[in-house]
């Protein structure tokens, strides 16, 4: 089924390959992304996936930040896997996926429980994704951050970070993941980022990553500052009910819902959390 399902992927987007002119080129390659998209979105093994789409929005994400099914694509930190069971299916017929977690160590603070779960899960991640997604397992590599293979860097077209930026800039590795990452991009390659979004007034007390949100200025000028071009931000994953300010961080919101049921009637009828969507260009020159 999921073999059936990459090809179909691959196929829609050979088709944008057989159009004469620039013009019609493009618009053909826009259309055979949408229609792999939607078969992988459509596919069965996303079924327990599904109630989240209405909050993170994943064919209009993945269409601002312009991924295509012939891309190689990082997706950093993937976690659970949420959208490591779209994008894995979307581009491992005619590009490359990737997954690039954080160093165990990083999250020493939080316990040596944590960061063997960390490390185990990086070392068992292409093995588990395989027999998942039935995609072979040289085909899901995974790197820690501090150990991207010389031979990548300059080769990847997209960088993912999907609500992840907080716990780097907690840990202090903003800067050490974000300079492999961008030394992995193409030149001119992209990096998407979805993030919890304080309010614009919030003090920069809160505003750390502690709280699980930052505020959207000044990540546009952390990036900035790291050799990438803003290119565009986007209202997709926004959520104006999403006041910020609860007791247990953005984790008291679905589906974390870390207060337990104290309020959780209240908390589930916000939704998940308030998000920017942003998209930069790197400046590498390579």
């Known amino acids: 089924m999921m073999r059936s399902l990459i090809l179909a992927a691959a196929s829609a987007f050979a088709l944008s390959a057989c159009a004469p002119e620039a013009g019609e080129s493009a618009a053909s390659e826009t259309a055979a992304q949408g229609s792999a998209l939607e078969t992988v979105l459509a596919a069965d093994l996303r079924a327990d996936d599904k109630a989240r789409d209405a909050f993170r929005n994943p064919a209009e994400t993945l269409a601002f930040f312009q991924v295509q099914p012939d891309h190689t694509v990082i997706e950093y930190a993937p976690g659970g896997g949420w959208y490591t069971r779209v994008l894995a299916p979307l581009v491992s017929g005619e590009g490359s996926y990737i997954a690039v ?6 999250g020493a ?3 040596e429980e944590f960061v063997a779960r960390v490390r185990e899960g990086g070392e068992t991640f292409a093995a588990r994704q395989s027999e998942a997604l039935g995609i072979p397992a040289e085909q899901l590599p995974f790197h820690f951050g501090n150990a991207i293979p010389e031979e990548l860097n300059g080769t990847v077209d997209r960088v993912l970070i999907f609500r992840m930026m907080h716990n780097l800039k907690r840990w202090g590795i903003d800067d050490s993941e974000i300079t492999a990452l961008k030394a992995a991009l193409k030149p001119g390659g992209m990096l998407g980022v979805v993030q ?5 007034d919030a003090t920069d007390e809160f505003a750390d990553g502690n709280a699980g949100y930052l505020k959207q200025a000044d990540l546009i000028a952390y990036f900035e500052g790291q050799g990438f071009e803003l290119v565009d931000t ?17 984790w008291s919101l679905p589906p974390s819902f870390a207060g337990g049921d104290e309020g959780r009637e209240e908390l589930a009828a916000i939704g998940e959390s308030d998000r920017m969507t942003l998209l930069f260009k790197s400046l590498n020159d390579r």
Do not use: Q
């Not at 977690?101 to 990083?106: I, L, R, V, Y």
């Not at 919890?196 to 614009?200: E, I, P, S, Y």
């Open 234 to 250: 986007s209202e997709i994953n926004a959520n104006p009910n999403d006041t910020t300010d609860h007791p247990n961080g953005v």
């Open 109 to 111: 603070s939080i316990g």
């Open 101 to 106: 977690g954080f160093p165990p160590e990083a």
């Open 196 to 200: 919890h979004r304080a309010k614009a």
